[in-house]
């Protein structure tokens, strides 16, 4: 399973979440803690935009197949470049990208102001 994600399609036009189905609201939960992982850890190395990344091990276990699939597997993830993170589980065939994540309230990157 591939899931791609606009992290946009979860926020309104002032970027704050939508109201949303407890299905949406858990995926969107397991995609912001990816986001903000990514980014916190990147951010701290240096205050360039983040791009081709080290993988990042995400304080998630997979849980994102159905229950009578039983994974649980580590997510990993990483900024393959300016605007996208992939992620994947480290034990199953679960992945995705997150796009349009950037200068989100999920986005710990330090940005510098030009």
């Not at 992982?37 to 159905?66: F, G, H, M, W, Y």
């Not at 649980?72 to 065939?93: F, K, P, T, V, Y």
Request: hydrophobic share 40%.
């Amino acid at each position: 399973m591939v899931l791609k994600t606009d992290l946009r399609h979860f926020l309104d036009e002032e970027g704050k979440l939508l109201a949303l189905t407890e299905q949406a609201k858990a995926v969107f939960k397991f995609l912001s803690k990816i986001v903000s992982s990514v980014s916190e850890r990147v951010s701290v190395r240096t205050e360039q935009p983040i791009v081709d990344s080290d993988l990042v091990t995400v304080n998630l276990k997979c849980n994102t197949r159905a229950e009578q699939i039983n994974c649980q597997g580590d997510i990993e993830a990483r900024c393959i470049n300016i605007n996208l993170i992939e992620w994947h589980c480290d034990s199953c065939e679960v992945a995705g990208t997150i796009s349009n994540w950037q200068r989100s309230l999920w986005d710990k990157q330090q940005h510098t102001i030009h």
